[in-house]
Nanobody
Framework: QVQLVESGGGLVQPGGSLRLSCAASGSIFSFSTMGWYRQAPGKQRELVAVITSGGTTNYADSVKGRFTISRDNAKNTVSLQMNSLKPEDTAVYYC??????????WGQGTQVTVSS
């Protein structure tokens, strides 16, 4: 059973930074594609950033140059460094672990609020 626990959310002023972390249980982390997604009120969940088991990254256009995803396979963690935050980044952020359709797990989410 895989469990994902996110941390690091909170309230930050525009232009500020936050670092989200996701800790995964189990032994399949290093084989997984890890992703961060977000869902704002009244909107669909959207991809923010992903990192493959080989370290290849991909970002939503809206966060390129501001957010950085990274992983530590020794610690079973994936992080999202968020800089130059904007009010439109406000959302619940979710961690996702995926290998295939049978191994596709989500965390419970962490709230990020960007407001002055």
């Amino acid at each position: 059973q895989v469990q994902l626990v996110e941390s690091g959310g909170g309230l930050v002023q525009p232009g500020g930074s936050l670092r989200l972390s996701c800790a995964a249980s189990g032994s399949i982390f290093s084989f997984s594609t890890m992703g961060w997604y977000r869902q704002a009120p009244g909107k669909q969940r959207e991809l923010v950033a992903v990192i493959t088991s080989g370290g290849t990254t991909n970002y939503a256009d809206s966060v390129k140059g501001r957010f950085t995803i990274s992983r530590d396979n020794a610690k079973n963690t994936v992080s999202l460094q968020m800089n130059s935050l904007k009010p439109e980044d406000t959302a619940v952020y979710y961690c996702r672990l995926r290998i295939n359709i049978l191994y596709d797990h989500w965390g419970q989410g962490t709230q990020v609020t960007v407001s002055s």
